[in-house]
């Protein structure tokens, strides 16, 4: 197992389309968080699974934004009918949920919207 | 709602001298503390951790100090090394049934060769 790996790792699409980013986190690890991370600034929380549930949302998450887990093992992130402000760094981490918290990140999908 | 505050927003060290980034959390529950580093194009990558247990922690040139009274925690790097040019990042964490780290704005630290 080499990781938590994200794909596609960079992604232009235009206004108004929709995007799917996938993340497959390190094997076992029952904890799944997506974060989006713009120029300069640090991670900010989107959603949180533990196993297949979803168990919490930021208010960041508009309506346009859906994260599944259905098998408890991948995530996806789907962004429709996208905005120019959706462009930055979506980050996907992982980690166990049995006393050893330490959350391990992958590289990112990097999405610009034009 | 929780919150981490993270300073400097820069810092330019000459090599071979020492960094030190400080953070302070709101949440007092907060029980694990780790710090990122973060190099372009990558994903954060964990360097050092701290629990609420400790007050001090090192690996090697990188130590972690936590002052949860005034819930501080800052990290420190010696002997600095050109390699150790990157965004840190420190985070906040409460290890109950549903939590979520909560990340500071980052440091980004220079090393004068």
């Known amino acids: 197992d080499t990781g938590v790996s994200q794909d596609p790792r960079h992604k232009i699409t235009k206004r108004g389309q929709n995007v799917t980013f996938r993340c497959d986190p390190i094997s076992e690890h029952n904890r799944l968080y997506w974060y989006r991370q713009t120029l300069g600034q640090g991670p900010e929380f989107l959603t949180y699974f533990q196993n297949e549930a979803q168990l919490e949302k930021s208010r960041l998450l508009s309506d346009r934004f859906s994260a599944e887990r259905p098998k408890g093992s991948f995530s996806t992130l789907e962004i429709q009918r996208t905005e120019q402000g959706d462009s930055a760094m979506y980050l996907c981490?992982?980690?166990?949920?049995?006393?050893?918290?330490?959350?391990?990140f992958g590289q990112g999908t990097r999405l610009t919207v034009v | 709602g929780e919150n981490v505050e993270q300073h400097p927003s820069t810092l330019s060290v000459q090599e071979g001298d020492s960094a030190v980034i400080k953070c302070t959390y709101s949440d007092s529950a907060s029980n694990y503390f780790p710090w990122y580093k973060q190099e372009l194009g990558k994903g954060p990558q964990l360097i050092i951790d701290i629990r609420s247990n400790v007050g001090e922690k090192k690996d090697q040139r990188i130590a972690v100090t936590l002052n949860k009274t005034a819930k501080h925690f800052s990290l420190h790097i010696t002997e600095t090394q050109p390699e150790d040019s990157a965004v840190y990042f420190c985070?906040?964490?409460?290890?109950?049934?549903?939590?979520?780290?909560?990340f500071g704005s980052g440091t980004r630290l220079s090393i004068r060769p």
């Open positions: 981490a992982s980690s166990l949920n049995q006393g050893n918290t330490e959350a391990f």
């Open positions: 985070a906040a964490f409460r290890y109950s049934s549903a939590s979520k780290i909560i």
